[in-house]
């Protein structure tokens, strides 16, 4: 019989629902779900369940657990980049990052990408396809087992663009909250979007207490359209006018991440623009410094400290994010670029 059924992306209530119809009893929903959180990679490690249960689970369902493909560790600051090796042979990245408040694991949410940013190594090849939610649960579950260190905060902004595929991210929210799951609160959650304001509209809707990160990156719809081909069917005030709206929906201030480029994206004038547009809202600017990808000619901003403190003089909130993994494959889809060349797509 082949594989029909991704139960690890189920819920414990589908799951039952789904037992019931084999003719089992609903209460081993809530045991199988328990063993997937203990790391099981096999229905035969699921030692509290018949015999016939287990050869039936592997007969009807499918579990897809990760392999390291490789692991970079940071000799600075501990930071670890995975590679993850997919059933099928694909390849993501997750990077576990340390801070005093606690463990954060920045996940994919599929592999590659569509968006065409031209600072992101994530793209560069395009999108293969989505991930599902148990592929997505994996990185933050196998992370935590591997490196030994409890994760408390989750970022969607590896591999991909959650709002591409919407649905299945919100069925990971759904099972990484789940209090017989990993129970991490959605307070303690980022998402990273590049700007699909149709489906940010969508988002609102649900009224989530997650923190939504809108990668900005310029002021402006020239420079904008330049470096993010995503902007050229809305501009950046249909953006924003977005923005206000999820706002107003969730009263959840949004994160603008701003990724400082040479010559491009950090000019005086670019600063001014973005205060005032940013002006009188509930916004955070995240200056972030620039990571450089092979195959780009962009470069580091020299003028990070000189923008943050023309946005700060007109009354922006910003921050400078901390840069981790200096001395590894910092720059989200640099580690899974190399394993293509090595290897071939």
């Not at 069925?171 to 979007?193: A, D, K, Q, W, Y």
């Not at 709206?245 to 950090?266: H, K, L, P, Q």
Request: aromatic letters at 6%; charged letters at 25%; proline letters at 4%.
């Amino acid at each position: 019989m082949s594989f029909i059924i991704d139960i690890k992306s189920m819920t414990p209530e589908e799951m039952s629902v789904w037992l019931k119809e084999l003719g089992e009893p609903p209460f081993r929903a809530k045991q199988i779900f328990k063993w997937f959180y203990q790391g099981v990679t096999s229905f035969e490690e699921m030692t509290n369940l018949s015999k016939a249960l287990r050869q039936r689970l592997s007969e009807t369902a499918l579990l897809t657990p990760p392999t390291v493909a490789r692991k970079q560790e940071s000799r600075q600051d501990g930071t670890i980049k995975y590679l993850w090796r997919l059933a099928d042979g694909n390849c993501v990245e997750s990077v576990l990052m340390r801070y005093q408040h606690g463990n954060t694991v920045c996940i994919s949410c599929q592999v590659g990408c569509r968006m065409g940013c031209a600072f992101c190594a994530s793209t560069i090849a395009g999108k293969v396809r989505d991930l599902t939610a148990a592929e997505m649960l994996d990185q933050v579950l196998f992370t935590q087992i591997d490196s030994g260190a409890p994760v408390s905060n989750i970022v969607l902004m590896g591999i991909g663009e959650p709002l591409d595929n919407f649905d299945t991210v919100l069925r990971f929210l759904t099972l990484v909250n789940h209090p017989e799951g990993l129970n991490i609160g959605m307070r303690h959650i980022s998402l990273s979007t590049c700007g699909l304001t149709e489906k940010i509209d969508k988002l609102a809707q649900y009224g989530l207490q997650l923190t939504l990160s809108v990668s900005l990156h310029a002021p402006d719809d020239e420079t904008r359209s330049q470096i993010m081909p995503v902007n050229r069917g809305v501009g950046v005030e249909k953006l924003l006018e977005t923005c206000r709206r999820y706002f107003n929906r969730t009263g959840r201030r949004i994160s603008y991440e701003y990724a400082m480029i040479d010559g491009v994206n950090d000019a005086d004038w670019q600063a001014d623009l973005l205060a005032r547009r940013l002006r009188g809202t509930s916004a955070h600017v995240n200056l972030i410094p620039l990571n450089e990808v092979e195959e780009s000619p962009l470069k580091p901003s020299r003028r990070v400290s000189a923008f943050q403190k023309r946005l700060e003089r007109q009354g922006i909130t910003v921050t400078v994010r901390r840069r981790l993994g200096g001395d590894i494959d910092a720059s989200c889809g640099q580690l899974r670029r190399k394993a293509m060349k090595r290897e071939g797509p």
